[in-house]
């Protein structure tokens, strides 16, 4: 399957934070509110006690902090999903979130995906909606 250059995740997981910086330096950036783009995609970071999080950094902001300071939510979401998408297939949601299709499945449901084919689409307006609900800016 061929995606567009668009697709490319604008998002980054602890692993690409490890070679950029020290992990617990980032994390506590983040508790610290010195990063703010912080997204936890983790299928229970609706507020259940004890959930692993899965934590995504705003990867211009884990490289430049000083370049992301002024940007607001709306901004960060329209340069990870381009606003000129109406839908995003399966494929390019595991690619933006920099995750696999299993855990795709657990959070299909709370990103309100319809099944078309055997395959989740999800509209840009719920996307973004479930991407805003889980921001946690300098609350990490």
């Known amino acids: 399957m061929n995606f567009a250059a668009e ?3 604008g998002l980054c997981c602890s692993q690409t934070v490890r ?5 617990n330096t980032v994390v506590a950036m983040a508790e610290d509110g ?5 997204f936890d995609i983790s299928s229970s970071a609706t507020g259940k006690r004890g959930h692993t999080r899965e934590l ?3 990867f211009p902001e884990v490289v430049t902090p000083q370049f992301c300071a002024r940007l607001t939510l709306r901004e960060v979401i329209d340069k990870i999903l381009p606003p000129t998408r109406k839908f995003f297939a399966s494929g390019e949601i ?5 995750i696999s299709r299993q855990t795709l499945g657990r959070i299909a449901r709370e990103m ?5 084919n055997r395959v989740f ?3 840009r ?3 973004a909606a479930w991407l805003e609900a889980r921001w946690i800016g300098g609350r990490a």
């Open 7 to 9: 697709s490319i995740s």
């Open 19 to 23: 070679l950029l910086r020290q992990y």
């Open 34 to 38: 010195q990063l703010m783009w912080v």
């Open 125 to 127: 307006a719920a996307f």
């Open 56 to 58: 995504r950094f705003y």
């Open 94 to 98: 595991c690619q933006l979130l920099l």
């Open 112 to 116: 309100g995906a319809e099944l078309h």
């Open 121 to 123: 689409r999800v509209s």
